[in-house]
């Protein structure tokens, strides 16, 4: 080692004594890149084993629940009867009409992984035009999320209706038919098992959709991503978020939650997305280090 030190010094000594030597220095490996990942919210809802056991729980107990439910009829639907108020409810009644569970699609019954992988790839926000390709398109991209295929059968088995109350457009009704029944989840009709915004005057709103629904079934279970699939009054314009957070929390809505209405994780997209810091935080859990 001694030698190789002594030889390495007179090989140095010889290149400085020579004016017109240079000295190559090795140039240091390049760092690969790390390969840019998903957002968290993505990596947590499509491909966390925690998610997947989340959702795979709430559709095992969606159709415990309607096998049970249906074995003494009850007298009303858990749709609110219109003009009712979280703080009043009153629900439209189910008479002899025959048993339906109604669910959101979109992150409900189905994962869009195909423009939610685009929109994150592309680095862009939701586009309306790219959605409504989705629509049309996206038959045999979109997954079933777990547990559902499991759940819508078992439901139909008990002579339960499966509806679909969607946002999706009814210009599009073809498309989402074939994404639906592409996914394993069967046959929806348009008009008759699967609702589209268009089909009303209520734009986006679901309320005038779900009556129109609970005047044919007695609907037992809602089933959603959103607080909207429950209920607009959920969703009125510049409704503060800490008067949000009571009405959902409220006494009415608490005596239906996993007990008719069933909602799903989404951390992906949702009305919680203009959230502030003061809404999230309260000023008496601020805490700084030493």
């Not at 139909?156 to 999706?168: E, F, H």
């Amino acid at each position: 080692m001694r030698a190789l030190a002594l030889t390495s010094a007179l090989l140095l000594a010889g290149c400085a004594a020579t004016p017109n030597a240079v000295v190559t220095t090795p140039t240091p490996p390049v760092a690969t890149a790390e390969v840019a990942k998903p957002p968290v919210a993505l990596q947590y809802l499509y491909g966390s084993a925690e998610a997947a056991v989340a959702v795979r729980a709430t559709n095992a107990r969606i159709s415990d629940y309607g096998v049970e439910r249906i074995k003494r009829r009850p007298v009303d639907s858990v749709v609110l009867a219109p003009g009712a108020t979280m703080d009043a409810p009153r629900f439209e009644p189910c008479g002899n009409k025959p048993f339906a569970a109604v669910f959101d699609a979109d992150e409900t019954l189905i994962w869009n992984l195909g423009p939610m992988r685009y929109f994150a790839e592309k680095g862009t926000a939701f586009d309306p035009k790219i959605w409504d390709q989705w629509e049309k398109t996206g038959a045999g991209k979109a997954a079933a999320m777990p547990g559902s295929v499991e759940m819508v059968n078992k439901l139909r088995a008990a002579g339960i209706t499966v509806i679909a109350n969607t946002n999706r457009s009814a210009t599009n009704a073809k498309g989402s038919e074939e994404t639906l029944r592409a996914a394993g989840l069967g046959e929806f009709k348009h008009g008759e098992t699967l609702f589209l915004m268009g089909d009303d005057a209520g734009g986006s709103s679901k309320d005038p959709r779900r009556a129109t629904i609970a005047s044919k079934y007695c609907v037992i279970i809602l089933g959603g991503d959103q607080l909207g699939d429950f209920s607009q009054q959920f969703n009125v314009k510049d409704l503060p978020a800490a008067q949000r957070m009571a009405l959902a929390t409220s006494a009415g809505p608490s005596t239906l939650w996993d007990k008719g209405w069933f909602l799903f994780p989404n951390s992906v997209y949702g009305p919680w997305e203009k959230l502030g810091w003061d809404d999230i935080f309260s000023t008496d859990s601020e805490w700084k280090p030493e």
